[in-house]
T-cell receptor
Framework: GENVEQHPSTLSVQEGDSAVIKCTYS??????FPWYKQELGKGPQLIID?????GEKKDQRIAVTLNKTAKHFSLHITETQPEDSAVYFC???????????FGKGTKLTVNP | EAQVTQNPRYLITVTGKKLTVTCSQN?????MSWYRQDPGLGLRQIYY???????DKGDVPEGYKVSRKEKRNFPLILESPSPNQTSLYFC????????????FGPGTRLTVT
């Protein structure tokens, strides 16, 4: 089955710096890669996603890149703000499957 | 307001006492899913449903049951809870499957003693 590895598990940055979280997946048939943000005491919320026919996607300060050959994808947050502090999860969905496999999460702390 | 609701939000129970966690969505979504979240393990999928009367196992289905008799509801049933099922549970729904944005409920924190 699909396996998703996520690094780092914790990340601390200064406000205004950039943050990068990386994930690798095992199944080359995976074709959908979402990123979720979970704030304390809440359910995860989608912040950006990318499909396998696209190499990069951007939404304001957030971008995701996908390298299908290497089977890894990354979340980039620029100009970080304290409200970006949360746990971030990557996930992968195998084509033809309705399972979604999540990474173990990254706790991002943005220090003012 | 479009949302996924779960009840109860908090539950403490004893080993072996059957329980049900309800999940309901008001977005007419076809796909619904249950996850458990444990420290250091992230989110793991328990069961999912593509539509009424269509359910399938996720990665950690042992000890759980589900049913989908109505499109809006997807209850999670623990027939004989054990302490290793102590966890934070999330229900989620999406328009048409795992390849679309999933909307998560607020979570149910379950403790089995």
């Amino acid at each position: 089955g699909e396996n998703v590895e996520q690094h780092p598990s914790t990340l601390s940055v200064q406000e205004g710096d950039s943050a990068v979280i990386k994930c690798t997946y095992s199944d080359s048939a995976s074709n959908y890669f979402p990123w979720y943000k979970q704030e304390l005491g809440k359910g995860p919320q989608l912040i950006i996603d990318i499909r396998s026919n696209v190499g990069e996607k951007k939404d304001q300060r957030i971008a995701v890149t996908l390298n299908k050959t290497a089977k890894h994808f990354s979340l980039h947050i620029t100009e970080t703000q304290p409200e970006d502090s949360a746990v971030y999860f990557c996930a992968a969905r195998k084509g033809g499957s309705e399972k979604l496999v999540f990474g173990k999460g990254t706790k991002l702390t943005v220090n003012p | 307001e479009a949302q996924v609701t779960q009840n109860p939000r908090y539950l403490i129970t004893v080993t072996g006492k059957k329980l049900t966690v309800t999940c309901s969505q008001n977005m007419n979504h076809e796909y619904m899913s249950w996850y458990r979240q444990d420290p250091g393990l992230g989110l793991r999928q328990i069961y999912y449903s593509m539509n009424v009367e269509v359910t399938d196992k996720g990665d950690v289905p042992e000890g759980y049951k589900v049913s989908r008799k109505e499109k809006r509801n997807f209850p999670l049933i623990l027939e004989s809870p054990s302490p290793n099922q102590t966890s934070l549970y999330f229900c989620a729904s999406s328009f048409k499957g795992a390849g679309y944005e999933q909307y998560f409920g607020p979570g149910t924190r379950l403790t089995v003693t």
